[in-house]
């Protein structure tokens, strides 16, 4: 009797992996360019091989896109607060960063005290005023925050009622001891922005392994390392799932692990956790291992700073249209500077997708930005050799200072183009055999699915 297999499939911004393991051990392989392959197809092609065979289980990670945390691109979503704190998410957050529009904040007059007792009863003829403008307003999604609802749910719970009853999908902050209101306002609204992407992205997955293995037997992972498979208001979670799989999936728990992917380089411990994510919107409520995300990372954009030297800017430049050496880019990226190594058309996922004119390009705005920087720099081996030992001093420097054990674990599928300069530290191992997101997430999975049985 063959054994039965495990499924690891982790999706993220621009590219989606999946691993198939036997025994803990790796079957097969395989990463997707999301933006020219398709999640559904890649997904029942990569298992199709293997039908004869069963696949007991899959762990799935599921980050959605960042840019679609936006409320204009994901989806409308009402926000009902108690009156006087109904801007405090927007105050929390930053000025470019809103989780709904104006015309769709509304407030009720209520209050619970922090005892729990109630000082203003709820109307309910408030909340009906206020579910018939929102459909009106062809929104189908309500978020609800109200003060010290956590002490005394009573005027939530009524709320929730009444959208419910009207139709409307209706989100509430998670039940926990944490006293912030606003990071749990916060992951509200971002459940809820994030649900209807989350969703659909399910959806297409469920299709995908429609033909190989049974839906109850599909397992959806989340930053804490826990499952889930059909519970809601978890989408947050979510977002860091990947990284945390990579630390917990480590037996050893002795080493930080430096990950360096396509789409992010972020430094993990696993011994440690944290309770909050410091994001664009304000603190958000949510458990997950401490990870740091180094200022280095694949897709920045290259620039002049104000003493007209080269430099890296702030801001990633997006796999949509990718790097300019993919050959639709128009912007230089960091990974750009490689684009001559055929270690990184050997990369999987950018296999054949490497473009000769595409890298043209890049040299030809490399040249034209040295003729204007103070440096007049004509020798495009030499700045590019420049660029890419500024960029991994930094990356070594960064990582060194911000570890939290000393020694420390260097992997991924970019590991093998940024790891030489960690190869004369005595406590760093760089891992040759990449442990990629998807193989962590099915290892993981199954041990965390093992421990709830």
Known sequence: ???????????????????????????????????????????????????????????????????????????????????????????????????????????VRERILADGQIELPLQTEEIEAIAAKVQLMDCKKVCLNFLHSATNPVHLELAKKIFQEKGLEVFVPEKSDNPHEVSRWTKNALNATLSGVFAELKSELYAGLESAIDKK???????????????????????????????????????????????????????????????????????????????????????????GRFDFSNQQEAWEPGPMFLGRGQKM?????????????????????????????????????????????????????????LSVQRLAMESRLRRQTKKLKVTGPLAPLFANIFKKDPHTTIIEQEFCESESTALWGAQALKGAL
């Open 1 to 107: 009797m063959q054994n039965s297999l495990l499924l690891g499939v982790s999706v993220g911004d621009s590219f989606a992996e999946f691993s198939l393991l036997s025994d803990s051990n790796s079957l097969a392989q395989k990463r997707v360019y999301l933006s020219r392959e398709n999640l559904k197809a890649s997904l029942t092609q990569f298992v199709a091989p293997y039908k004869d065979q069963q696949i007991a289980k899959a762990f799935i990670s599921l980050r959605v896109p960042k840019k679609l945390l936006d409320h204009r691109l994901s989806g409308s979503v009402a926000h009902v607060s108690t009156e006087g704190v109904e801007h405090w998410l927007n105050i929390c957050g930053s000025p470019e960063h809103t989780l709904t529009n104006k015309d769709l904040q509304f407030s």
């Open 217 to 307: 037997d599909i397992h959806f992972l989340d930053s804490a390392g826990d499952l889930f498979q059909d519970e809601t208001q978890r989408e947050v979670g979510s977002l860091f799932a990947s990284l945390s799989a990579l630390g917990l999936a480590d037996s050893s728990n002795n080493a930080d692990i430096l990950y360096l992917g396509l789409e992010q380089f972020a430094l993990i411990s696993p011994s440690q956790w944290e309770s909050a994510w410091q994001s664009p919107w304000g603190p958000v409520e949510v458990r997950r291992l401490k990870t740091h995300t180094l200022g280095i990372q694949p897709t920045l954009g290259i620039q002049l700073n104000s003493f």
């Open 333 to 389: 990226s960091l990974l750009d500077l490689w684009s001559d190594n055929n270690k990184l058309s050997k990369i999987s996922g950018l296999e054949d997708r490497v473009s000769a004119q595409g890298i043209q390009r890049f040299k030809n705005a490399l040249l034209t930005l040295s003729k204007i920087s103070s440096l007049r720099d004509t020798d495009l081996h030499h700045l590019t050799k420049e660029l890419q030992s």
